[in-house]
């Protein structure tokens, strides 16, 4: 079983939905949660960040943890063509080796005018 | 805000020539890290460094090494490269997570290498 499963996608939507893009993962010991956005031939730019479980909201953006089922969740309200991107999900430990961060394949997540 | 900044946006080098990309930070990071990443493989760790002259291998180390002569700057070498070595390659870098601070990463545009 892989640390962290994302779904790839593609995943297209119209303009103004709501999106949600999950990960789960295996490793009980992960208590630091990232998301990342990522467009085309650019480097992955950090849009939530949490430690352990709960909810953290950051304009249209909402991330949730739910570590009882080893389950993270980005969404997104009204979703602009803007949003068009890959989304990846990424986890650490705490303690010495929280270096080092277990990053899903990433989700493609179009919307459309 | 983090700037990370990475030397070169695209570079075509042949087969068996020596590679160098570099990275540069102005956070004052601890960390500092190097990724390749490939269609359906994802994010690869290659090497991260904790310190200057500090380096300890990730995932994928065959074939690369690095040097980090200054806190700030991190810089990865391809000692003879190959057409598997054809990718794109991220820098990021990151504090040295405490109680005060987190462990998130903060990343560079990308350096897309061809390898011919």
């Known amino acids: 079983q892989k640390e962290v499963e994302q779904d790839p996608g593609p995943l297209s939507v119209p303009e103004g939905a709501i999106v949600s893009l999950n990960c789960t993962y295996s490793?009980?010991?992960?208590?630091?949660f990232m998301w990342y956005r990522q467009y085309s031939r650019k480097g992955p730019e950090l849009l939530m960040y949490t430690y352990s479980s709960g909810n953290k909201e950051d304009g249209r953006f909402t991330a949730q943890v739910d570590k009882s089922s080893k389950y993270i969740s980005l969404f997104i309200r009204d979703s602009q063509p803007s949003d068009s991107a890959t989304y990846l999900c990424?986890?650490?430990?705490?303690?010495?080796?929280?270096?080092?961060?277990?990053f899903g394949k990433g989700t493609l997540l179009t919307v459309n005018p | 805000d983090v700037k990370v900044t990475q030397s070169s946006r695209y570079l075509v080098k042949r087969t068996g020539e020596k590679v160098f990309l570099e990275c540069v930070q102005d956070?004052?990071?601890?960390?500092m890290f190097w990724y390749r990443q490939d269609p359906g493989l994802g994010l690869r760790l290659i090497y991260f460094?904790?310190?200057?002259?500090?380096?300890e291998k990730g995932d994928i180390p065959e074939g690369y090494s690095v040097s980090r002569e200054k806190k700030e700057r991190f810089s990865l070498i391809l000692e003879s490269a190959s057409t598997n070595q054809t990718s794109m390659y991220l820098c990021?870098?990151?504090?040295?997570?405490?109680?005060?601070?987190?462990?998130?990463?903060?990343f560079g545009p990308g350096t897309r290498l061809t390898v011919l």
């Open positions: 460094s904790y310190d200057v002259k500090m380096k």
């Open positions: 490793n009980s010991a992960f208590q630091y």
């Open positions: 990021a870098s990151s504090f040295l997570a405490g109680l005060s601070r987190g462990n998130e990463q903060f």
């Open positions: 990424a986890m650490s430990n705490s303690g010495g080796s929280n270096y080092k961060l277990t």
């Open positions: 956070m004052d990071h601890e960390n």
